[in-house]
């Protein structure tokens, strides 16, 4: 029997970071904390996932970056996303 491990999958390491940000769609924003990072993706903590679409800009205010992001995953209050 073969054991993997899909605690890992993503193809890019993610650095550990605690960065505010926007989720910004059509005339709305909604803040939000950066948790970590990579080239390919983040996830964010939010308040609330009520009204937050799919697809989004994501605008990391310290860094003054702009990523248009495409949800992966949902849970709780955390969101991931991968960059297109």
Same mark, same amino acid.
Do not use: H
């Given at each position: 029997?073969?054991?993997?491990?899909?605690?890992?999958?993503?193809?890019?390491?993610?650095? =550990?970071?605690?960065?505010?940000?926007?989720?910004?769609?059509?005339?709305? #924003?909604?803040?939000? /904390?950066? !948790?970590?990072?990579?080239?390919?993706?983040?996830?964010?903590?939010?308040?609330?996932?009520?009204?937050?679409?799919? =697809?989004?800009?994501?605008?990391?205010?310290?860094?003054?970056?702009?990523? #248009?992001?495409?949800? /992966?995953? !949902?849970?709780?209050?955390?969101?991931?996303?991968?960059?297109?």
């Amino acid at each position: 029997m073969t054991v993997v491990d899909f605690t890992e999958v993503r193809k890019t390491r993610r650095r =550990q970071i605690l960065e505010m940000a926007l989720i910004r769609f059509g005339n709305m #924003s909604i803040g939000c /904390v950066v !948790r970590n990072l990579s080239e390919a993706g983040a996830a964010l903590g939010v308040g609330s996932q009520r009204g937050i679409p799919d =697809q989004f800009t994501l605008i990391v205010i310290s860094k003054k970056k702009i990523y #248009s992001c495409q949800v /992966v995953w !949902r849970r709780d209050r955390t969101i991931g996303v991968s960059f297109y």
